[in-house]
């Protein structure tokens, strides 16, 4: 099961997920079509147990990883999907408001003076 926030993407994102399996490409097959209730979008999709995880910043790691999204971005081009709109709010350099990026209540209540970095 797949349960995340309502932001009107939900159900293309699914379908394009299930197009994205039929063609053979190694992610989780939808079983469900995507369903909205109380603010959240829910799905059921297939388990795919295994795969491995690579981390590092080495040339093959990163040759890997770029081999894998350039198949996901050849993929896509033939995807029939609607807009999915609104884009993220990681992405959504389009938002209404003031500011580079849009405000993310959770976000922007927690102490900003604090560094992660040290």
């Known amino acids: 099961m ?21 063609r053979g490409f190694p992610c989780p097959r939808p079983l469900t079509r995507a369903v909205t209730s109380d603010g959240m979008v829910v799905h059921a999709e297939e388990f795919r147990p295994g795969g491995e995880v690579w981390g590092g910043d080495s040339p093959e790691v990163a040759g890997r990883y770029g081999q894998v999204f350039g198949w996901l971005l050849e993929e896509l081009q033939n995807v029939q999907a609607g807009p999915l709109l609104p884009n993220p709010r990681w992405v959504r350099w389009d938002h209404p408001g003031p500011g580079v990026w849009p405000s993310i209540a959770f976000l922007d209540e927690k102490d900003q003076s604090e560094s992660l970095w040290g």
């Open 2 to 22: 797949k349960v995340r926030e309502d932001d009107g993407r939900g159900a293309g994102c699914v379908r394009v997920q299930a197009q994205l399996a039929e």
